[in-house]
């Protein structure tokens, strides 16, 4: 713990001087404007999809640091140096994972509440599309570590890197704009596909950066 601690103080660190905190949330706010002007300014018609295409911007803005998660630390040697102090790779891995979410996910949901106004979501339906996606991030920054360790080092990683992660997180995108539309057991759900991610990433990225190490 002495030495994880300080791992999540840097990749939250690194996320906010880095532009993995603005470039997401820019990105974000850029679909949720945009997004009116394809659909047309029907208020009901954007009211009814506004959980969707929120959910589907916070999944495609959650994939523009992949690539600065986990190669930059591979290529200059700083994942050998913990490995060396014996933190396991697994637990690198999951530092990662809490420092990506504590940099990406709280900008994400204050963002939610200028996209659910541009998107016309009603006042009543923004508690749950804000649950949804505090339950949902977690799964997608576990995801996106997982993603980016499996990627490190190779060439195009960030075409690989959608290839990769889009599919994975279909339930989470699923469930999300379901319990954001309060379709019952939606929410449960979400958790559960969530806390499985959270609980199995960090395994396949330190087996993925041991082997990059390698």
């Known amino acids: 713990m002495t030495a994880w601690l300080p791992i999540v103080g840097r990749e939250v660190r690194r996320a906010w001087s880095s532009g993995g905190l603005l470039l997401p949330v820019a990105f974000f706010l850029l679909v949720a404007i945009l997004f009116p002007f394809g659909v047309g300014p029907d208020g009901r018609l954007l009211a009814t999809v506004a959980g969707g295409t ?10 523009l640091p992949v690539e600065r998660l986990v190669a ?17 790779d697994s637990a690198v891995a999951a530092a ?24 016309r979501l009603p006042e009543a339906a ?13 799964g997608l920054a576990a995801l996106g570590v997982a993603t980016a360790a499996l990627v490190a080092g190779l060439r195009g990683a960030g075409a690989l890197a959608g290839l990769i992660l889009l599919p994975f997180a279909v339930p989470l995108l699923i ?39 390698s």
């Open 54 to 63: 929120v959910w589907t911007a916070a999944l495609l803005a959650a994939l």
């Open 72 to 88: 930059p630390d591979l290529e200059s040697g700083v994942l050998d140096q913990f490995a060396v102090r014996g933190i396991a």
């Open 96 to 119: 990662k994972m809490t420092g990506h979410w504590l940099g990406f996910a709280p900008p994400l949901l204050a963002a939610t509440v200028i996209a659910g106004a541009l998107l």
């Open 126 to 138: 923004l508690p749950a599309l804000l649950l949804s996606l505090a339950i949902g991030t977690p």
């Open 175 to 213: 469930f999300g704009v379901g319990a954001a539309s309060g379709q019952p057991g939606a929410l449960k759900l979400l958790g559960a596909v969530s806390l499985l991610l959270v609980a199995g990433c960090p395994l396949a990225a330190g087996a993925a950066i041991r082997m990059g190490r």
